[in-house]
């Protein structure tokens, strides 16, 4: 069946730092990937998304790589910032709009 | 100018009542959906309605049922509530076909005594 999940459940970094948060998935008819981050109280917050026939794509202090080979995804977030500080989750579509979440990461950002 | 609102924020009520949650979107989306996320963070798909039709139901119980009376509204109706249905429960929308981003409601805490 389709899963993702996550190798870290916390992340704790320095400010200024770059993080990389890390993401499994084993539905190898994934076409579509997207990082959201969520923090306290609020819903989950878009930040970036990758299709299948793409294995990088910047934004603004983000980077998600795509490895089809070993079904990993990771989220690189430069300069990292206290407000950073939040629970990122992973998640994989393969059609329907229908989008399975990882379990979550935290990312704690000292100052 | 909230893009997708729900209410009520924080909902506590005893096992056995019946309540329900809505869901406004203002980005002229044509599908919405509600997920449930546990007291583990772990969201799960619940349904999704495309243009008033539903297309998506993970095998949530039948206790649940979602109404959308137009494609800027999906409520949520849950009888014969239990203890397991304590949980935050998020709408969201997103434009249908070609694969896009989901965006999320602020979630209502529904907690059941």
Known sequence: ?111 | DTAVSQTPKYLVTQMGNDKSIKCEQNLGHDTMYWYKQDSKKFLKIMFSYNNKELIINETVPNRFSPKSPDKAHLNLHINSLELGDSAVYFCASSQGGAPAPLHFGNGTRLTVT
Not at chain 1, 24 to 52: C, H, L, T, V
Not at chain 1, 98 to 111: C, D, E, Y
Request: hydrophobic fraction near 35%; aromatic fraction near 10%.
């Open chain 1, 1 to 111: 069946g389709e899963s993702v999940g996550l190798h870290l459940p916390t992340l704790s970094v320095q400010e200024g730092d770059n993080s990389i948060i890390n993401c499994a998935y084993s539905n190898s008819a994934s076409d579509y990937f997207i990082w959201y981050k969520q923090e306290s109280g609020k819903g989950p917050q878009f930040i970036i998304d990758i299709r299948s026939n793409m294995d990088k794509r910047q934004g603004q202090r983000v980077t998600v790589l795509l490895n089809k080979t070993v079904k990993h995804l990771s989220l690189q977030i430069a300069a990292t910032q206290p407000g950073d500080s939040a629970v990122y989750f992973c998640a994989e579509s393969s059609g329907f709009q229908k989008l399975v979440f990882g379990t979550g990461t935290r990312l704690l950002v000292s100052p």
